[in-house]
């Protein structure tokens, strides 16, 4: 793995702009450490035109074959939480400590209304200046599934650019943190400090998925309700079933704007890595049979819907079975026996 990244390749990719280097010449870029060449391909792997997606696919296949030892982190929390703060802090930390850190969102708010949760405002300052990171905002898309898709192409890519470690933020508002959960190692969820009311608002799913909760903002006068609120979680994590792997997942508190509690958090994920150690590889393959099994089902109902005829005769059928003149049941099978057809 290259320790800087490659420089000389980086004016050499820029000063040709305006000519599109093939899928060989990307390769090639993206294995000696090029960040342009990253971002290009990145680009391709989102285009909704058919032929950059087979040549990002090409990329793809190249990359998948660098063997790299890279650890994915997801972070997901409600907005205002701290995410960026805390990534801009924990990033700097991993980079203090000799890694190359990438950035990634899945922020499936960005193409249902114009402003995205993550990206819109500036983020990230200082993190975005170092040469051994790199941050990319979330791709848009119709689905968080084609969302989420494009974003997992992208970690292979950043692993095989020389990244170590991959962020990948989420908002905690929804569906996109099972579609985080399921694409990386480690799943830190941010909090802050309430009124005694800390379990409230919480959806139960995201904090049986969580490996570490991280109570951020504990400081000035939050830090008597950061304390009760860790009491809180490390009590309410004992009720949940123990996790595949064994591991007992962690309350830690932090202050990403002050910089306190941020190496703790690494050597709790270090912690972790040492413990489930031989679970590892494990999630990695079952992770990646669900992304088989989620694309292709993805794929079928994409496919199902973009069919015009399809579309005008689920029309006529909703008519018919708002009208009660036909079952949903029966309406649905009429309409994949002729899907079958065509
Ligand atoms: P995000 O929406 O989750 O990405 O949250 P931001 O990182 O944008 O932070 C939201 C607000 O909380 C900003 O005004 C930050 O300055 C503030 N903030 C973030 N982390 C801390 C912290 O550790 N302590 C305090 N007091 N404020 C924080």
Known sequence: MPNTINKASISRIKSNRRIQPSAKELIKEILSGNKTALSRAITLVESTNQKHNQKANEIIEACLKKKNKTLRIGITGVPGVGKSTFIEAFGNYLISQGKKVAVLAVDPTSSISKGSILGDKTRMETLAKSENAFIRPSPSGDSLGGVARKTRESIILCEATGFDIILIETVGVGQSEIAVH???DFFLLLKIA???????GIKRGIIEMADCIAINKADGKNKQATRNAKIEFTR???LYPPKKDGWLPKVLECSAINNDGISEIWKMITLFLHETKSFFNEKRKSQNKYWL??????????????????????????IKVKNQEIS???????LLAFHQKT
């Open 293 to 318: 099994l989620q694309t292709i089902e993805n794929n079928i109902v994409a496919d199902f819907y973009n069919n015009k005829e399809i579309t005008l005769k689920l029309e006529a059928l909703m």
């Open 182 to 184: 399921s694409m990386v």
């Open 236 to 238: 309410a994590l004992h």
């Open 194 to 200: 309430g009124a005694g009311d800390e379990l409230q």
């Open 328 to 334: 949903p049941f029966i309406a649905a099978e009429q």
